[in-house]
């Protein structure tokens, strides 16, 4: 499966980006959907992650609130909308695709992983 990440940009404080996840898998509903980000400097950090139909989301505490994701299977993409951006979530944003039905917010247990997003936050 090949992931790719887009939607990053320059933002101020307190706008908002929309990040798009195109995977080339014939059927993305096999996959259990991720974003990560890592700031610099820093470890590869967990955001949220979505079921295979899309059912359940789970999110880290810090962005619980301010992001959203979602998946089109038909469109073979993941979305993470981001609102109420603050400095601190400057980063390069990863889309990750996982081979089960179960969540998980470890990066080992993903298997799949797209080039990232850089996304920067201006205060």
């Known amino acids: 499966v090949q992931l790719q990440a887009s939607g990053g940009g320059l933002v101020q404080a307190g706008g908002s980006l929309r990040l798009s996840c195109a995977a080339s898998?014939?059927?993305?509903?096999?996959?259990?959907m991720g974003w990560f980000r890592q700031a610099p400097g820093k470890e590869r950090e967990f955001i949220a992650a979505?079921?295979?139909?899309?059912?359940?989301?789970y999110y880290t505490d810090f962005v619980e609130g301010r992001f959203a994701i979602s998946r089109d299977n038909a469109k073979n993409t993941v979305y993470l909308q981001m609102n109420s951006l603050k400095p601190d979530d400057t980063a390069v944003y990863y889309c990750?695709?996982?081979?089960?039905?179960?969540?998980?917010?470890?990066?080992?247990?993903?298997?799949?992983w797209g080039r990232g997003t850089l996304v920067t936050v201006s205060s």
């Open positions: 979505i079921s295979n139909a899309g059912v359940n989301t």
């Open positions: 898998a014939r059927t993305l509903s096999h996959y259990f």
């Open positions: 990750a695709a996982r081979i089960s039905l179960r969540y998980s917010n470890n990066d080992e247990d993903y298997d799949y």
